[in-house]
């Protein structure tokens, strides 16, 4: 039987990628800041480093080993790349990209003895640049980085996967709604249970790739984002300002420098 730790596991990816794996014979344990009355998730702050070692260390024991880890935990919200860093900044840097690097080197020793596998949960973000989107699409960017570095030191005994979904109706997005924003426009929705199936796939193929988008439309736009960046920032300016000129960011009192610089008081 496989053994794996899920991050962010009361949450909607958490919760369906859990149940997936138990349902094809995986044994699982979920960590959560909130882990609720579940006896298979426990109480774990990605942001503190005792924390996450002591849950570790819990979540293995009760395991009887580790052969897979996959960090999920994440916040979302918008930020504006010109505006200083405050605390939502912070704390999204904090959860999605340092408590995914606390998480992984919490379990490493344990997925070296197993040959075993880590998948993130990264984001098309990680590649393509969009408005008032920054400290998410930093954190992100900086998991991939992080990611390409453990594959680098430890690729030769654990196998090391990013996953990157675009917008899958969650409330992670919450955040970003009630300031006035939305994604559409910038992504195209996808299915959660595509999300839960490249997961999967990472953890069982016998050769996982090393980035895997959810849709043939989500593999294409990687493809363009890594080959032809200067495309895709042209893309999104036109879309940016198409947005702009039709009122759709009206709303939203973080966009007001972003409408002013567009002709739009």
Known sequence: MKRAVVTGAGGAFGTAISAELRSRGWKVVGLDLSPGSSGDILPCDVTDDEAVVAAMEDAVGRLGGLDALVNNAGLGGPASA????GDRVRAMIDVNLLGSWRCSSAAIEELVKSRGRVVFIA????????PLGAAYGVSKRGVVAYADALRAEYGTHVKVTCVHPAMVKTPIHDATKEAGLNLEGFSTEEPLAGVVAR???????PKPKRDV???RTGALQLAVARHFPGLVDRIVAKQLAKRVAAGELDGAEIAAPLRDRHGRA
Request: aromatic content about 4%.
């Open 82 to 85: 010109g505006s200083m860093p």
């Open 123 to 130: 984001s098309r973000m990680s590649f393509i640049g969009l």
């Open 199 to 205: 997961v999967v796939e990472a953890l069982e193929s």
């Open 213 to 215: 988008a959810i849709t």
